[in-house]
């Protein structure tokens, strides 16, 4: 069957939303000794029903506001608008149907070789599926297509036990016994959002999120499946804001891995700013449903166009202009399809805030341990009832050892996320000689400057830097980033405008370009910033990018520069004399070769030359 048959078959039968069942077992509440608990209220008659879907919230929206629209008072004496619930209902109940529709419409058939596409239209048909509206031919390939692909599997290790204390099984399984000694010496050692590798290890720490009648929404298992939320969670499943700060703690950004919004914007005022959410809920619904409309309105009409004329070649050009307009408008939708779920699971767990009911799911925390040589994660659950930053730093402090000041070594420290959170006593010290940093560079050196031993200061020999902060003025204020020996920079996009004296003047650069971004002023404008920096022999910055057109058109426009001028010497390099006339500039482009890919390098040296 093809997809328009799909298609027509599809809209002829428009499936029914599951409806909603009752949780079995009611979620464990959340215990924390520096917080008051919040009594839950049982005389609620529909407290037992599961949000499974959109559909679902909004039925028990409808239902209980019609059931008790007295009990839904706010604070400023409003009851909540049966308008805005119709609004979102007569919404979101046709979104379903559209969204099948405009997957439909424009073709499931991922190109090969791209696992991108592939993946994210495998994660729309599962929650499609979990809506009752996937086609089964469709899942079937999908699923079998993913069955032959061979890749790690997570395995729970507990046999599905839910164990109780958290560090009690901490020290049966990860403390080294007292006898045995010290390792202060590390291959590797990064840290995450609530994560730490050690050498061909990590280990993680998360909030997960069953729901009891086991629909758990496809976004929240992809969650589950990447370690949980790396945040607190009150027992209505509302992000809670940090409050306390544990010895040892060292934060970059936030620290709470979401950026300094948990929940997706959400802020903590919730009983202020509950009209404001249900309103913006009701906002963002109706924008990203308008390009589903659009799309179908301008679908009909050429397709009325081409069975009028009897041709398809007669079709005005301007008709499919706006189909690509607004195919691209549904794709975008489909791809943000899961964040407005995540804004209904806002929407949900608000109302059990205000009405003081257990959500319908189950928290429990969870640590993950991943080994680079295994097949399977280990994934070990225990009951939520700790924060889950403590567990973190009590984590750390166990697999360290920590014992009295002690100076720990590593060959090369990470910090992969702009918003981290890691564990090191101030009394002791960490020499470190490769530096991988995401993120803010400055941030990254002035958290580490308490446990890092100076004395005697030597420089690293390898900075690797990744996100969209450049070095600007912190570059040079660092002594380790200004003296590193080898300095690689991620992407050139955020430093594609800096003026040549904010670039660095490390020995060897490595940048890796985005071809979208590439400037070839710049990149002339780079030979004068070499020549005049007295940049010592066997100095050599390489600019890597992805395509060899773009390599060899920048060096073909640096070759006709006049001043400086250019002598070619064989092989095609380019040669600029420099203000110290023992040394001279080269530039040339190469190609290096990595596993499964190709780099293609524009590269800048200097070396000795006597210019007569």
Avoid at 160 to 175: F, S, T
Avoid at 273 to 295: F, G, M, P, Q
Wanted: hydrophobic share 35%; with cysteine.
């Amino acid at each position: 069957m093809g997809r328009k048959s799909r298609a027509k078959l599809n809209r002829s039968h428009k499936p029914e939303p599951p409806a909603p069942t009752a949780i079995k077992e009611a979620p464990q509440e959340v215990k924390e000794s520096t917080s008051e608990q919040i009594e839950v209220k049982t005389e609620v008659d529909i407290k037992n029903t599961t949000f499974d879907s959109i559909e679902g919230v909004l039925r028990w929206v409808d239902s209980h506001h019609r059931a008790a629209q007295e009990k839904l008072v706010e604070e400023q004496g409003k009851a909540l608008e049966e308008h805005i619930i119709m609004k979102c209902r007569s919404e979101l109940n046709r979104k379903y149907q559209a969204v099948f529709d405009t997957m439909t419409a424009l073709g499931n058939d991922p190109k090969p070789g791209n696992s991108t596409e592939q993946d994210d239209i495998k994660i729309m048909r599962e929650e499609l599926k979990s809506m009752g509206m996937a086609d089964e031919s469709e899942n079937e390939a999908t699923s079998s297509s993913a069955a032959a692909a061979p890749k790690k599997t997570p395995v729970a290790k507990n046999n599905g036990v839910i164990q109780k204390d958290i560090y009690a099984w901490i020290d049966e399984k990860l403390r080294v016994p007292a006898d045995t000694p010290l390792v202060t010496q590390f291959e590797e050692v990064s840290f995450g959002q609530k994560e730490i590798r050690i050498n061909n290890k990590t280990y993680s720490v998360g909030v997960s999120r069953i729901w009891n009648d086991g629909r758990t929404p496809g976004y929240v298992r992809r969650i589950n499946r990447y370690n949980g939320l790396t945040y607190d969670l009150d027992q209505f499943g509302v992000p809670k804001p940090r409050t306390a700060k544990y010895p040892g703690e060292i934060t970059i950004g936030t620290g709470d891995g979401t950026g300094g919004s948990l929940f997706y914007g959400v802020r903590y005022d919730y009983k202020n700013c509950w009209w404001e959410e249900k309103e913006s809920l009701r906002e963002r619904v109706e924008s990203r449903h308008e390009s589903i409309l659009r799309h179908k309105k301008v679908c009909k009409a050429c397709r009325e166009k081409k069975q009028a004329d009897d041709s398809e070649d007669e079709v005005e050009p301007s008709h499919d202009e706006q189909v690509d307009e607004n195919t691209k408008d549904c794709r975008k939708f489909a791809e943000n399809f899961k964040y407005l779920e995540r804004e209904i699971m806002i929407f949900q767990c608000m109302i059990c805030r205000a009405e003081n009911m257990k959500p319908p799911f189950k928290m429990y925390l969870e640590i993950t341990i991943i080994t680079e040589d295994s097949e399977v994660d280990e994934i070990f659950r225990f009951e939520y009832n700790t924060p889950v930053d403590r567990v973190f730093q009590y984590l750390v402090y166990t697999l360290f050892q920590f014992p009295d000041p002690t100076t720990f070594y590593i060959k090369r420290l990470g910090l992969n996320n702009s918003n981290l959170q890691m564990f090191f006593p101030p009394e002791c010290k960490l020499v470190y000689k490769e530096l991988i940093v995401v993120g803010n560079l400055f941030d990254a050196f002035l958290a580490l400057n308490p446990i890092t031993d100076n004395s005697p200061f030597e420089p690293i020999s390898y900075l690797e830097h990744h996100g969209v902060h450049w070095f600007d003025d912190s570059y040079f204020r660092q002594p380790q980033a200004r003296l590193a020996k080898a300095l690689v920079i991620s992407n050139y996009e955020s430093c594609a405008f800096l003026p040549p004296h904010s670039f660095p003047r490390n020995k060897k650069i490595e940048v890796e370009c985005v071809d979208g971004t590439v400037d070839i002023d710049r990149f002339k404008t780079y030979v004068n910033f070499m020549r005049r920096n007295s940049m010592p022999t066997g100095s050599k910055h390489a600019f890597n990018m992805k395509k060899q057109s773009i390599v060899l058109r920048v060096l073909r426009e640096i070759k006709k520069m006049e001043f400086p001028r250019c002598y070619l010497t064989e092989n095609g390099v380019a040669s600029f004399k420099m203000d110290d006339v023992n040394k001279r500039l080269l530039v040339y482009y190469q190609a290096t070769k990595y596993p499964g890919m190709i780099d293609y390098q524009l590269v800048y040296e200097v070396d000795e030359c006597a210019w007569v």
